[in-house]
Nanobody, 115 residues
């Protein structure tokens, strides 16, 4: 299993970013996929999940209404559109295979905030 994230970078508070995660080594379309973020020195925080069966989506309350998870099974790619980003500091965003149990994680892509 390989998960490779991209799309992070520096953003102003209130700005937007779109993260991508390219999956390989498994049948992407058969699995729920999730996004998780982790601030330095803190526990990982679940952000969002998208099911494989019907594309149902789920969000943490902290991002609901601002973030949108989606997937393109033909491209084996998971996305996270993030709008109205809060200046919460530096976070590492990782995609993960699975939902209740996260079986594999990518290395992550870093999101930082400019003044």
């Amino acid at each position: 299993v390989q998960l490779v994230e991209s799309g992070g970078g520096m953003v102003q508070p209130g700005g937007s970013l779109r993260l991508s995660c390219i999956a390989s080594g498994f049948t992407f379309s058969n699995y729920a996929m999730s996004w998780v973020r982790q601030a330095p020195g803190k526990e990982p925080q679940w952000i969002s999940t998208i099911k494989s069966s019907d594309g149902s989506t789920y969000y943490a309350d902290s991002v609901k209404g601002r973030f949108t998870i989606s997937r393109d099974n033909a491209k084996n790619t998971l996305y996270l559109q993030m709008n109205s980003l809060n200046a919460e500091g530096t976070d590492l965003y990782c995609c993960a295979k699975g939902s209740e149990t996260l079986e594999a994680w990518g290395q992550g892509t870093l999101v930082t905030f400019s003044a």
